[in-house]
């Protein structure tokens, strides 16, 4: 099992470019906390949420992943 925003985008731990997360709910407080992890091979759609959909409902945004 690996995690598969990783796998997907290419990148190392601690320099995402895509952000699950809002401390407060506030914009200018992003981080990357969130992980799935599964067999990449399964993967057939993995979406993070955005900032506007997800502020007024958590400060984690959603991430849809389809097997």
């Known amino acids: 099992m690996k995690s598969i925003y990783y796998e997907l985008n ?23 906390i969130d992980y799935c992890y599964c067999d990449p091979a399964e993967v057939k759609k993995f979406e993070i949420g955005k900032f506007d959909d997800w502020a007024g409902l958590s400060d984690h945004m ?5 097997f």
């Open 10 to 32: 290419h990148e190392q731990q601690g320099k995402e470019t895509q952000v699950t997360f809002y401390m407060y709910r506030h914009n200018d407080r992003p981080f990357y």
């Open 62 to 66: 959603s991430l849809e992943v389809e």
